[in-house]
């Protein structure tokens, strides 16, 4: 089945660590993004991703980093710089070719404690 | 004020009722229209696409846009207790999914 794997589900981290979401498509996509979602509000792009080996940042880049070595990964890295970390976190992809349907994953729902 | 405002509901209807959801836009450079349906705990899934204004619609769904009032709709026929989720409105100035600009979402529940 083709589709777009988060992982881990939940995630709990310590004030002060890095901690890295991991996503893995297998649709052939060549355009990859993350969203965080916060109760009450939309979908918030953070990085988004047209290719590999290049990435852009979306509206709320500060405190996150993103690498893109290869088309079926795209993992986020939410570092210590990040304020307000506790968040679902959304990954999604999309042919990238004049298409504007993207396809998510399940989330990752991540809390510091 | 917020490029796109929606109700957050909740709102609860009745098995078999007809359900209107509605977002507004202040950005008369939107073009395509979308309508996301996402179930508690899980990643949203796009129902509904349009491309300017007019109707489409899918079997028990309807999505309408009137880009004059910057005012969107998604109608949902038959209400049944599966359509329960949180539907997202979405919307962007040209094709890339990177310019998408989310609703907050509504939450519906649909009692059997």
């Not at chain 1, 995630?11 to 002060?16: D, P, Q, T, V």
């Not at chain 2, 028990?60 to 599966?82: C, E, G």
């Amino acid at each position: 089945d083709g589709g777009i794997t988060q992982s881990p589900k939940y995630l709990f981290r310590k004030e002060g660590q890095n901690v890295t979401l991991s996503c893995e498509q297998n649709l052939n996509h060549d355009a990859m993004y993350w969203y965080r979602q916060d109760p009450g509000q939309g979908l918030r792009l953070i990085y988004y991703s047209q290719i590999v080996n290049d990435f852009q940042k979306g509206d709320i880049a500060e405190g996150y980093s993103v690498s893109r070595e290869k088309k079926e990964s795209f993992p986020l890295t939410v570092t210590s710089a990040q304020k307000n970390p506790t968040a679902f976190y959304l990954c999604a992809s999309s042919t990238g070719q004049m298409n504007t349907e993207a396809f998510f994953g399940q989330g990752t729902r991540l809390t510091v404690v | 004020q917020k490029e796109v405002e929606q109700d957050p509901g909740p709102l609860s209807v009745p098995e078999g009722a007809i359900v209107s959801l509605n977002c507004t836009y202040s950005n008369s450079a939107f073009q395509y229209f979308m309508w996301y349906r996402q179930y508690s705990r899980k990643g949203p899934e796009l129902l509904m696409y349009t491309y300017s204004s007019g109707n489409k619609e899918d079997g028990r769904f309807t999505a309408q846009v009137d880009k004059s009032s910057k005012y969107i709709s998604l109608f949902i026929r038959d209400s049944q207790p599966s359509d329960s989720a949180t539907y997202l409105c979405a919307m962007s100035e040209d094709s890339s999914a990177s310019k998408i600009i989310f609703g907050s979402g509504t939450r519906l529940s649909i009692r059997p």
